[in-house]
């Protein structure tokens, strides 16, 4: 993975086709500190995942497929986008992408 992902302001996580964790940035190891952070490398992201999330990653592992979705935790408002990464156009895995974001951010229409 390329540095500019390292001080990234939201987590990314990394993995491959099997689930297992290829990459964290220093973000992605502080919020999944209580997990093993980054230690995960290298291990499976199904193992942390109770159902029905983890049917939904084996899912997206299997189709390729994107999922995004908004949580809250102690007050903290996220976006989580899930997506496929590609080498050579041959879908490798799936990124996750957890960003910070206010209570009610601007929506803008536009043409």
Known sequence: MDDW???FPGAVT????????LYMNE???????R???????GQSLLDCHPEPARAKLLELLRTGGTNA??????GVRK????????RNGACMGL???SLEIP???????RS
């Open 5 to 7: 992902a390292r001080e």
């Open 14 to 21: 990394v993995c491959d086709l099997q689930g297992v964790v």
């Open 27 to 33: 973000r992605a190891g502080r919020t999944f500190q």
């Open 35 to 41: 997990w093993g952070g980054l230690a995960l490398v």
């Open 69 to 74: 979705y908004t949580i809250e935790k102690g």
């Open 79 to 86: 976006l989580i986008y899930q997506a496929p990464w590609y």
């Open 95 to 97: 990124v996750e992408l």
């Open 103 to 109: 209570p009610n951010p601007p929506h803008f229409i």
